[in-house]
């Protein structure tokens, strides 16, 4: 019967296959590399690696740390990671129990999805939201349901929260600070989600990626510290962005221990390990760069973030300043004289080849319809990239 039911089906893809397309933020650096132009679309963060992390790394090679480590990572990471988490969130975390180590934030997302949804489930997520949490979702048919933060401001709605809710749900991603809006949630907004996830005994599951990368009086506080929080919180971040150092792929969960089995079996099963020399090289970082490196990331791209808004004002756009994260969504709404095109993505070609300039489609992080007047642009670049980019855009009205 099942060798029946096998050649009726065929050859062919899955259900979901057809409907999988590129990213909007890949296809543009493909096209940004194309052409020779400054590629303001990936989050690619190729500033300076921390020579403390780049040593340590080589080092670990020529020591032999070249094989499978534990699937959980090495003890050394995991025990930084721990020690860095109660110190900057005054969170006490198990390095043995409950911190696991990932195939970036982005192998912590999908394990952590595999381990505690099934078909079916609703999760929600917030509009303007990261595209990869979407798809993700959607890939092991679980259902993301977008809440809509107010534009431009991108406040939170409770009520908007708690309509969206149905028997289904099973958790609510929180982003902060997020991608791609640079919003970093309030003390208050993230204690009225943990009473809603309380009250409806959902999970959260917060991805702090840019959690170092915070501007003028915004703090960044992790849901996990919050009272009642500790044990439905998932935290999924990692230290690609922090030390640019996105091609590693080392990323981490800290979860209650009642979770972290299922989610390191996922892990395992998908990745087995995080690049063994590259755990030496970021546990390294951890432990070595204090206060004063996360200080100093941030006033630096904070001056990055002044430049690129000053630019895109001059070109013409209207940025939504962000107050975390290192990107800007900014409006198109006055420059529909000068970038050709029906959408969003449609336009954001036309501005790389008047400019040389890949931004990404606001559309890539909204539903269907949203998001065709806004164009995204990441300013972790190093500062020579970041003028020349700055200087290309504002010749867009010359």
Partial sequence: ???????????????????????????????????????????????????????????????????????????????????????????????????????GATGAFHAVAMALFDPGDEVLLFEPFYGYHVGTLRSMRVVPVAVELEMGTWALDLDRVRSAISPKTRAIVVNTPSNPAGKVFTRAELEGLAEIAKEHDLFVLTDEIYEHFIYGDAKHISMAALDGMRERTIIMSGYSKTFSVTGWRIGYVIADAKWTPAIGYFSDLLYVCAPAPFQHGVAAGIETLGKTFYAGLAMDHEVKREMLVSALRDAGFVPHVPDGAYYILASMEKLDNLLEGENAAEKARSLLKKTGVAAVAGSAFFRAGKGEDLLRFCFAKKDEDLEDACRRLRGLRR
């Fill in 1 to 103: 019967m099942v060798g029946a039911e096998a050649k009726t089906r065929g050859l062919g893809l899955s259900a979901l296959a057809p409907r999988a397309v590129q990213s909007e933020i890949r296809a543009m650096s493909v096209e940004s590399d194309r052409v020779g132009g400054v590629n303001l679309a990936q989050g690619v963060c190729d500033t300076e690696v921390p020579s403390v992390v780049a040593e340590a790394a080589i080092a670990a090679i020529h020591e032999g740390h070249n094989i499978y480590t534990r699937q959980d990572g090495i003890a050394r990471l995991r025990r930084a990671i721990a020690e860095k988490t109660e110190r900057m969130q005054g969170l006490v975390v198990d390095p043995e129990r409950e911190v696991l180590v990932t195939s």
